[in-house]
């Protein structure tokens, strides 16, 4: 992992290139080797320190952290960019990043390879792998490793809620939020079929290049299956709350099914939709919601 300051509000100290990485915490893929990182400048919060980590070597393999450097132990909020998978940036959330960090909580706003950079499940062991990462160095940054939930936009709704149904569940992982999620690529990839609707279309589009440039049949479908969310329910999962507009390119009826498979396994999860067809941040700051998700964020890390 290596470390590079972007920004130090107090005197938080520097850390040079290199210190350990562990496995990935997706099983059977390659432990990435960190490289330094260039930064850019970040908006300073008076009592927050900022700086951008290397969690891999690759060069999306970064992640801006905010913590209040006063030895104390924090809740986290790891925060996931949308853009269909194959776009978009952790700069995109840096509004919603503040956010959290001026409620008092170390916050991790991850970028990850698009799919343009590697196939389905790199997004996830990403994800994975940035929280490990985080977990492993929590003193530095003021964290309680014990007490965290993710945050996802739109396609990294997916990869959140993907993270929040991998294996049997995570250690610490108290909630899973996704702001309008594809938490069902399939779908998705149903839904573009025979649509005028162009968002509809390039979101099943973009399914099949998450997948590797396939569609879900004979040799894709193991790839397919491991995007499917609502497939890897168990009962040690988090508890979710997801937000949809009513008319969005991305139904809440995706998160219906999500919903019906964790509840056989004793899993909550709510399901909020607001009028309109806004949707991913544009549906976050709708009045309301964004003081909802923080509600129910609060709720889970008491």
Not at 36 to 64: C, F, N, W
Not at 222 to 236: F, L, Q, T
Not at 272 to 294: C, D, F, K, M
């Amino acid at each position: 992992m290596a470390f590079s300051s972007s920004a130090q509000a107090t005197g938080a100290s520097g850390l040079s290139a290199a210190a350990s990485t562990g496995g990935s915490a997706a099983a059977g893929e390659p432990t990435p080797t960190p490289s330094p990182v260039p930064t850019t400048p970040l908006e300073e919060l008076p009592g927050t320190a900022i700086e951008t980590v290397s969690y891999g070597k690759h060069k999306r393999q970064r992640m801006d952290v905010w913590w209040q450097p006063d030895g104390l132990k924090h809740p986290a909020v790891f925060v996931i960019h949308g853009g269909w998978w194959s776009g978009g940036d952790k700069k995109s959330m840096t509004a919603v990043t503040r956010s959290y960090a001026e409620l008092g909580y170390t916050v991790f706003n991850i970028n990850y390879r698009l799919s343009g950079d590697a196939a389905w499940p790199a997004q996830r062991a990403d994800a994975l792998d940035a929280i490990a990462t985080a977990r492993r160095h929590a003193a530095r940054w003021s964290f309680d490793p014990d007490k965290y939930v993710v945050l996802g936009f739109s396609a990294g709704g997916h990869i959140a809620t993907a993270v929040g149904t991998y294996k049997d569940g995570l250690p610490g992982l108290k909630g899973v939020v996704g702001i309008s999620p594809v938490v069902s690529p399939l779908t998705s990839y149903a839904d573009g079929a025979e649509t005028t609707d162009t968002s509809k279309r390039k979101l099943r589009a973009s399914a099949i290049k998450l997948a590797g440039g396939c569609e879900p049949t004979g040799k894709c479908a193991k790839v397919w299956a491991s995007m499917e969310v609502p497939w890897h329910a168990s009962r040690g999962d988090a508890p979710m709350l997801t937000v949809h507009s009513e008319d969005e390119f991305v139904p809440p009826y995706q998160s219906e099914l999500l919903k019906e498979q964790l509840r056989q396994v004793g899993v909550p999860m709510s399901i909020r939709t607001v009028p309109g067809i806004e949707h991913s941040a544009p549906l976050y700051r709708i009045l309301g919601v964004a003081e909802g998700v923080q509600e129910w964020i609060a709720q889970k890390l008491q």
